[in-house]
């Protein structure tokens, strides 16, 4: 038995990265999979790799006609919906705040949060009825720290921790759990473009993430280190995980840049603590 047996995803930008990865791994632990993306040619070469299990559909996350389409298409060809997984993303508008066009700004609102609300949406008016199902949301560390992405993407990101917690407290009484994931830097088409300027240098940014000054050192985040988040929390072991963010950052929001090397920093050296009131404490 798989993990996820027999259960129903909508995996939201399933045609790469994170949505690809987090598609095959919950097929291959029993899930039956929709791959809403709107690329159409990647989607559907996921879904075909993944088998009978999966199918693909076009879906624009930011257009409340497909994101309800997409759970529909869902129920009507699997019977049913367990786990919707808003997870689509771009980088969107970036640049100092005083220069960006409103424009942008609501684009990228449009893909980064108005997105997560409809996909919350739609599938609450399956899963209340159901009385049963789990709703993740791809956040970022941008969303719980400042200076780490650009500004509106911080803002929507920030938005869909409040969003996943308020609509947590609502859907628990009908059974229903609701998370944000919380990635770190994690080597996908999306960082590889941000990175090195090409989306399909995937491996390369592999090692350009080894080297960053994580905690966990030489440890790049891969694509699967979500999709193994992701699967455990759609699973029966996460039953009693709600209303929160999961971080999967390699260490990254501790912030420890000053314990960067093994046993080093202010407080790694051992030294007797002086066990008497009014003293600071230390030797
Ligand atoms: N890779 C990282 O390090 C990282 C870190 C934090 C958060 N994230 C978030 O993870 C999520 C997945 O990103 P990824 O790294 O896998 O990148 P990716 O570029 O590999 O995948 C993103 C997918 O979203 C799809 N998409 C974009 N706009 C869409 C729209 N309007 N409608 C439907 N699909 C759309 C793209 O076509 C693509 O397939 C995003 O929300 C991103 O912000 C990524």
């Known amino acids: ?27 291959a632990e029993g899930a039956k999979v929709l791959v809403a993306d709107v690329q159409d040619e990647l989607g559907r070469a996921v879904a075909e790799s993944i088998g009978p299990s999966a199918v693909f559909r076009h879906t624009d996350v930011s257009s409340e006609d497909d994101v309800a389409a997409a759970v529909d298409a869902a129920v009507s060809q ?52 159901q009385e049963s199902g789990v709703i993740l949301s791809t956040s970022s560390i941008a969303g719980v720290m400042g200076g780490l992405g650009p500004h509106v993407y911080t803002a929507a990101k920030s938005a869909i921790i409040g969003l ?3 609509v947590a407290a609502e859907l628990g009484p009908w059974g229903v759990r609701v998370v944000a994931i919380v990635p770190g830097n994690h ?11 090409d989306h399909t240098a995937v491996d390369q940014v592999v090692e350009t993430f080894r080297d960053r000054k ?35 950052d390699g260490g990254l929001t501790t912030g420890s840049k000053e314990a960067a090397e093994r046993g080093q920093g202010t407080f790694a050296a051992p030294r007797p603590l002086i066990l008497q009131g009014g003293q600071r404490g230390l030797r």
């Open 1 to 27: 038995m798989g993990r996820v047996e027999g259960r129903v995803a909508v995996i939201t930008g399933g045609a790469s990265g994170f949505g690809a990865a987090t598609a095959r791994l919950m097929a």
């Open 78 to 129: 699997f019977g049913r919906l367990d786990v919707m997984f808003n997870n689509a993303g771009i980088v969107g508008a970036v640049g100092p705040i005083d220069q960006i066009p409103l424009s942008e700004y609501e684009f990228t609102m449009g893909v980064l949060l108005r997105s997560v609300f409809l996909g919350m949406k739609h599938a609450a008016r399956v899963m209340k009825q």
């Open 164 to 166: 996943t917690r308020n």
């Open 187 to 197: 080597a996908t088409a999306m960082t590889a473009d941000v990175a090195l300027g």
């Open 214 to 248: 994580t905690p966990l050192r030489g440890r790049a985040g891969l694509a699967d280190d979500i999709a193994h988040a992701a699967l455990w929390l759609s699973s029966d072991h996460a039953g009693f995980v709600s209303g929160t963010a999961i971080v999967v």
